[in-house]
Protein backbone atom coordinates (compact mmCIF):
# COMPACT_ATOMS: atom_id res chain seq x y z
CA UNK A 1 0.00 0.00 0.00
CA UNK A 2 1.24 3.45 -0.64
CA UNK A 3 0.17 6.57 1.32
CA UNK A 4 -1.50 8.36 -1.50
CA UNK A 5 -3.35 5.64 -3.76
CA UNK A 6 -5.24 7.92 -5.89
CA UNK A 7 -2.36 10.37 -6.99
CA UNK A 8 -1.35 8.85 -10.39
CA UNK A 9 -5.23 8.94 -11.48
CA UNK A 10 -5.68 12.42 -10.65
CA UNK A 11 -2.46 13.28 -12.27
CA UNK A 12 -3.89 11.79 -15.36
CA UNK A 13 -7.75 13.31 -15.16
CA UNK A 14 -6.19 16.96 -14.08
CA UNK A 15 -3.93 16.35 -17.43
CA UNK A 16 -6.77 15.08 -19.16
CA UNK A 17 -8.65 18.26 -18.13
CA UNK A 18 -6.04 20.91 -18.60
CA UNK A 19 -5.63 19.31 -22.49
CA UNK A 20 -9.61 19.94 -23.05
CA UNK A 21 -9.50 23.59 -22.05
CA UNK A 22 -6.06 24.10 -23.99
CA UNK A 23 -7.74 22.73 -26.97
CA UNK A 24 -11.33 24.82 -26.41
CA UNK A 25 -8.92 28.14 -26.00
CA UNK A 26 -7.24 27.21 -29.15
CA UNK A 27 -10.33 26.53 -31.36
CA UNK A 28 -12.45 29.70 -29.92
CA UNK A 29 -9.94 32.43 -29.86
CA UNK A 30 -6.44 33.47 -31.15
CA UNK A 31 -4.61 35.11 -28.20
CA UNK A 32 -1.55 36.84 -28.77
CA UNK A 33 0.58 39.40 -27.58
CA UNK A 34 0.91 42.84 -29.08
CA UNK A 35 4.44 44.73 -29.22
CA UNK A 36 5.84 45.92 -25.85
CA UNK A 37 2.22 46.70 -24.85
CA UNK A 38 1.68 43.77 -23.53
CA UNK A 39 -2.05 43.20 -24.05
CA UNK A 40 -3.32 40.23 -24.22
CA UNK A 41 -6.23 39.99 -27.21
CA UNK A 42 -8.68 37.81 -27.63
CA UNK A 43 -10.74 37.79 -30.49
CA UNK A 44 -13.56 35.24 -30.99
CA UNK A 45 -14.44 33.25 -33.98
CA UNK A 46 -16.95 33.18 -35.52
CA UNK A 47 -20.14 30.45 -34.68
CA UNK A 48 -20.61 30.27 -38.66
CA UNK A 49 -19.70 32.14 -41.65
CA UNK A 50 -22.33 34.57 -41.41
CA UNK A 51 -21.62 35.84 -38.29
CA UNK A 52 -19.56 39.06 -37.37
CA UNK A 53 -16.09 38.64 -35.74
CA UNK A 54 -15.95 40.29 -32.34
CA UNK A 55 -12.73 41.90 -30.90
CA UNK A 56 -12.07 42.18 -26.85
CA UNK A 57 -9.08 43.73 -25.84
CA UNK A 58 -7.34 43.10 -22.32
CA UNK A 59 -4.82 44.42 -20.25
CA UNK A 60 -3.09 41.29 -18.33
CA UNK A 61 -0.60 43.71 -16.76
CA UNK A 62 -3.34 46.43 -15.88
CA UNK A 63 -5.89 43.84 -14.91
CA UNK A 64 -3.06 42.42 -12.23
CA UNK A 65 -1.97 45.42 -11.36
CA UNK A 66 1.53 45.13 -12.70
CA UNK A 67 3.22 47.59 -14.28
CA UNK A 68 5.21 46.51 -17.78
CA UNK A 69 9.44 46.58 -16.27
CA UNK A 70 10.33 49.21 -19.23
CA UNK A 71 7.40 50.87 -19.76
CA UNK A 72 4.98 51.17 -23.12
CA UNK A 73 7.57 51.83 -26.23
CA UNK A 74 7.20 55.01 -27.37
CA UNK A 75 7.58 55.99 -31.07
CA UNK A 76 10.00 58.16 -31.46
CA UNK A 77 8.73 61.56 -33.42
CA UNK A 78 10.26 61.68 -37.25
CA UNK A 79 10.86 65.47 -37.36
CA UNK A 80 9.38 67.96 -39.71
CA UNK A 81 11.26 68.19 -43.06
CA UNK A 82 12.61 71.89 -44.19
CA UNK A 83 10.60 73.73 -46.11
CA UNK A 84 11.23 77.35 -48.21
CA UNK A 85 7.68 79.27 -48.57
CA UNK A 86 7.65 80.16 -52.18
CA UNK A 87 7.23 83.82 -53.23
CA UNK A 88 3.38 85.79 -53.05
CA UNK A 89 2.84 88.73 -55.28
CA UNK A 90 -0.34 89.82 -53.72
CA UNK A 91 0.60 92.45 -51.03
CA UNK A 92 3.15 94.05 -54.44
CA UNK A 93 -0.41 93.85 -56.91
CA UNK A 94 -2.21 95.08 -54.28
CA UNK A 95 -0.04 98.40 -53.82
CA UNK A 96 -0.01 98.41 -57.44
CA UNK A 97 -3.69 98.84 -57.51
CA UNK A 98 -3.43 101.47 -54.47
CA UNK A 99 -0.84 103.54 -56.58
CA UNK A 100 -3.72 103.70 -60.00
CA UNK A 101 -6.60 104.77 -57.96
CA UNK A 102 -4.55 107.41 -55.62
CA UNK A 103 -3.18 108.58 -59.25
CA UNK A 104 -6.93 108.41 -60.50
CA UNK A 105 -7.72 111.17 -57.71
CA UNK A 106 -4.87 113.25 -58.02
CA UNK A 107 -2.92 112.57 -54.91
CA UNK A 108 0.13 112.63 -56.75
CA UNK A 109 2.99 112.18 -53.85
CA UNK A 110 0.66 109.46 -52.36
CA UNK A 111 0.84 107.70 -55.05
CA UNK A 112 4.16 108.00 -56.11
CA UNK A 113 5.31 106.67 -52.47
CA UNK A 114 2.83 103.71 -53.14
CA UNK A 115 4.56 102.86 -56.62
CA UNK A 116 7.68 102.63 -54.61
CA UNK A 117 6.19 100.47 -52.29
CA UNK A 118 4.46 98.35 -55.37
CA UNK A 119 8.39 98.08 -56.69
CA UNK A 120 10.13 97.23 -53.48
CA UNK A 121 7.60 94.09 -52.68
CA UNK A 122 7.64 93.16 -56.18
CA UNK A 123 11.46 92.91 -56.12
CA UNK A 124 11.70 91.34 -52.58
CA UNK A 125 9.41 88.23 -53.38
CA UNK A 126 11.43 87.54 -55.82
CA UNK A 127 14.55 87.21 -53.62
CA UNK A 128 13.81 86.89 -50.31
CA UNK A 129 12.82 82.93 -49.04
CA UNK A 130 11.93 82.08 -45.53
CA UNK A 131 13.37 78.70 -44.37
CA UNK A 132 11.64 76.40 -41.80
CA UNK A 133 13.81 73.55 -40.98
CA UNK A 134 14.19 71.54 -38.18
CA UNK A 135 15.04 73.98 -35.48
CA UNK A 136 15.43 77.43 -36.92
CA UNK A 137 13.66 79.97 -39.18
CA UNK A 138 15.76 81.51 -41.69
CA UNK A 139 16.03 84.56 -44.13
CA UNK A 140 17.74 83.30 -47.42
CA UNK A 141 18.16 85.30 -50.83
CA UNK A 142 17.02 83.66 -54.22
CA UNK A 143 20.70 82.83 -56.34
CA UNK A 144 20.95 82.91 -60.15
CA UNK A 145 19.53 79.29 -60.51
CA UNK A 146 15.65 78.49 -58.99
CA UNK A 147 16.67 76.02 -56.63
CA UNK A 148 19.58 78.45 -55.31
CA UNK A 149 19.66 79.90 -52.36
CA UNK A 150 22.21 81.60 -50.58
CA UNK A 151 22.79 83.57 -46.81
CA UNK A 152 21.16 86.81 -46.73
CA UNK A 153 24.04 88.38 -44.03
CA UNK A 154 23.59 90.17 -41.37
CA UNK A 155 20.12 91.93 -40.33
CA UNK A 156 20.99 95.12 -41.89
CA UNK A 157 18.63 96.68 -38.87
CA UNK A 158 19.21 94.79 -35.44
CA UNK A 159 22.76 93.08 -36.59
CA UNK A 160 23.44 89.02 -36.21
CA UNK A 161 22.12 86.40 -39.10
CA UNK A 162 19.11 86.09 -40.21
CA UNK A 163 18.60 82.83 -38.44
CA UNK A 164 16.65 82.69 -35.44
CA UNK A 165 15.76 78.94 -33.25
CA UNK A 166 12.35 78.31 -32.22
CA UNK A 167 13.51 78.53 -28.84
CA UNK A 168 14.21 81.40 -28.55
CA UNK A 169 11.16 82.67 -30.70
CA UNK A 170 8.81 83.98 -27.52
CA UNK A 171 5.62 85.11 -30.09
CA UNK A 172 4.87 85.61 -33.44
CA UNK A 173 1.76 86.74 -35.11
CA UNK A 174 0.12 88.38 -38.57
CA UNK A 175 -1.13 91.52 -38.92
CA UNK A 176 -3.95 92.75 -39.01
CA UNK A 177 -5.31 89.07 -38.56
CA UNK A 178 -4.51 85.64 -39.91
CA UNK A 179 -7.03 86.25 -42.50
CA UNK A 180 -5.67 89.42 -43.95
CA UNK A 181 -2.07 88.80 -43.96
CA UNK A 182 0.01 92.15 -44.43
CA UNK A 183 2.43 91.84 -42.01
CA UNK A 184 4.44 89.08 -39.91
CA UNK A 185 5.98 90.01 -36.64
CA UNK A 186 7.66 87.69 -34.28
CA UNK A 187 10.01 88.58 -31.13
CA UNK A 188 13.17 86.50 -30.17
CA UNK A 189 15.41 86.59 -27.51
CA UNK A 190 18.28 85.57 -29.39
CA UNK A 191 19.39 88.67 -30.86
CA UNK A 192 19.18 90.20 -27.21
CA UNK A 193 18.04 89.01 -24.17
CA UNK A 194 15.24 91.18 -23.33
CA UNK A 195 13.92 90.32 -26.75
CA UNK A 196 13.85 91.63 -30.01
CA UNK A 197 11.34 92.13 -32.33
CA UNK A 198 11.00 91.63 -36.39
CA UNK A 199 8.56 92.87 -39.05
CA UNK A 200 8.29 91.39 -42.16
CA UNK A 201 5.62 92.50 -45.17
CA UNK A 202 4.00 89.43 -46.16
CA UNK A 203 5.78 88.72 -49.14
CA UNK A 204 5.81 85.08 -49.08
CA UNK A 205 2.64 82.51 -49.03
CA UNK A 206 1.18 83.62 -45.73
CA UNK A 207 -1.08 80.35 -45.81
CA UNK A 208 2.41 78.28 -45.57
CA UNK A 209 3.85 79.80 -43.16
CA UNK A 210 1.02 80.16 -40.97
CA UNK A 211 0.56 75.70 -41.05
CA UNK A 212 4.15 75.60 -40.24
CA UNK A 213 4.95 77.83 -37.59
CA UNK A 214 1.76 76.06 -35.92
CA UNK A 215 2.94 72.36 -36.86
CA UNK A 216 6.65 73.54 -35.62
CA UNK A 217 4.69 74.54 -32.32
CA UNK A 218 6.19 77.89 -32.05
CA UNK A 219 4.63 79.96 -29.31
CA UNK A 220 2.07 82.38 -30.54
CA UNK A 221 0.19 85.18 -29.82
CA UNK A 222 -3.76 84.17 -30.20
CA UNK A 223 -6.48 86.22 -32.05
CA UNK A 224 -8.22 89.17 -30.77
Not at 23 to 50: E, W
Not at 185 to 203: A, C, M, N, S
Amino acid sequence: GTLFPCTSHAHTTMRSLFVCIAAFLFLSCDAFIVGGNARLKLISKPASSSAMRTETELNVFEKLGIQFPFGEPQQKEEPRPAVVIDPDYKLAASMGGATLLLYQLDLLPIAVFHLLLTILFAVQAGRIRFLLDTDSLELLTSGVGKEELNDSGENVFVGGANRWKYDTITNWKFFPSEKVKILFYFKETQTKPEGQIHFFPVILNGEKLLEEAIARNIPRLEEA
